[in-house]
């Protein structure tokens, strides 16, 4: 029942950082693990980051290990994520997602999607 709403996107230059964020509403935000993927131009979904569902782990993708950091506020109801060291590569649509249980790193094993929310990385 949760539903997804992503913001924050915009454009930046090489070098730069930026934080979009991830509002839930519906459900129980508490019981979800969540995930960011991206999906650049002719290629497939990618996996960024994952947290729990209490926050207490994360899990990253290796293309943005050491550049990105995910982390949820339950208080509110949100999960972000801190882009840092942003390269051209970067520039995509970035979608979350959640999954009752455990984090998961396939995008297949996530019920709930948000719209996404374009990241452009210039140089």
């Known amino acids: 029942q949760v539903q997804l709403v992503e913001s924050g996107g915009g454009s930046v230059q090489a070098g730069g950082s930026l934080r979009i964020s991830c509002a839930a509403s519906g459900g129980t935000f508490s019981n979800y693990a969540m995930g960011w993927f991206r999906q650049a131009p002719g290629k497939s979904r990618e996996f960024c980051a994952a947290?729990?569902?209490?926050?207490?782990?994360?899990y990253y993708g290796d293309s943005v290990k050491g550049r990105f950091t995910i982390s949820r506020d339950n208080a509110k109801n949100t999960v972000y994520l801190q882009m840092s060291s942003l390269e051209p590569e970067d520039t995509a649509v970035y979608y979350c997602?959640?999954?009752?249980?455990?984090?998961?790193?396939?995008?297949?094993?996530?019920?709930?999607w948000g719209r996404g929310t374009q990241v452009t990385v210039s140089s």
């Open positions: 947290i729990t569902s209490s926050g207490g782990r994360d």
């Open positions: 997602a959640a999954r009752a249980g455990p984090v998961a790193y396939s995008s297949n094993l996530y019920a709930t």
